[in-house]
């Protein structure tokens, strides 16, 4: 089975970095995405990691230690609009390699 | 066509009754896969499609079922609704290819009531 732990909640300031943790313990292993889901809207594709490792896109940043079970999403510059719920998602190596998503962390940016 | 397309947006219905909801992928994507998530949870996987077969399946029981069809739609059928059932159903596509990612549609809000 899966298992996919990240905080509930985080508040950051306009203009500050903020990084949020996701650690996983699973039984089979083919990736880790990160996904943005502003309130009633779609979730939407940050990042992807398969190997350990930095991956960087703008103001997004996505961590991966397999090791570990560990992987962080890194946001600097935050705006208003980054205001969201941040999915970690890992994706299994089973048939159909399904996505197990995280319960999400809501990202709460204030001026 | 591009995105991924859900309909209805929003749904109530009865317990007891039963309720079809729609899902147009992308041009192109073979894989569907349906989801549940509630109300400040994380979406919870439900099956997956790949080329009209059923190719995985989460913890959901048989009243839950599904279709896929070669215009890239698919359908998710819930039978005897129950009140817990209440939730936003999201559809993802993907070409196939755990780097390619997922696509999201903007899902359906099923009431039961």
């Known amino acids: 089975g899966q298992n996919i732990d990240q905080p509930t909640e985080m508040t950051a300031t306009e203009g500050a970095i903020v990084q949020i943790n996701c650690t996983y313990q699973?039984?089979?292993?083919?990736?880790l995405f990160w996904y943005q889901q502003h309130a009633g809207e779609a979730p939407t594709f940050l990042s992807y990691n398969v190997l350990d490792g930095l991956e960087e896109k703008g103001r997004f940043s996505s961590f991966l230690s397999r090791s570990k079970g560990y992987s962080y999403l890194l946001l600097k510059e935050l705006q208003m609009k980054d205001s969201a719920s941040y999915l970690c998602?890992?994706?299994?190596?089973?048939?159909?390699?399904?996505?197990?998503f995280g319960g999400g962390t809501r990202l709460m940016v204030k001026p | 066509e591009t995105g991924v397309t859900q309909s209805p947006t929003h749904l109530i219905k009865t317990r007891g009754q039963q309720v079809t909801l729609r899902c147009s992928s992308q041009?192109?994507?073979?894989?569907v896969s349906w989801y549940q998530q509630a109300l400040g949870q994380g979406p919870q996987f439900i099956f997956q499609?790949?080329?009209?077969?059923?190719?995985g399946r989460g913890n959901f029981p048989p009243r839950f079922s599904g279709l896929q069809f070669p215009n890239y739609s698919s359908e998710l059928n819930v039978n005897a609704l129950e009140l817990d059932d209440s939730a936003l159903y999201l559809c993802?596509?993907?070409?196939?290819?755990?780097?390619?990612?997922?696509?999201f549609g903007s899902g359906t809000r099923l009431t039961v009531v």
């Open positions: 993802a596509s993907s070409p196939g290819g755990a780097d390619y990612g997922y696509t």
């Open positions: 499609y790949y080329r009209e077969e059923e190719n």
């Open positions: 998602a890992v994706q299994g190596d089973n048939a159909g390699n399904m996505l197990t």
């Open positions: 699973t039984s089979g292993f083919n990736g």
């Open positions: 041009s192109g994507h073979n894989t």
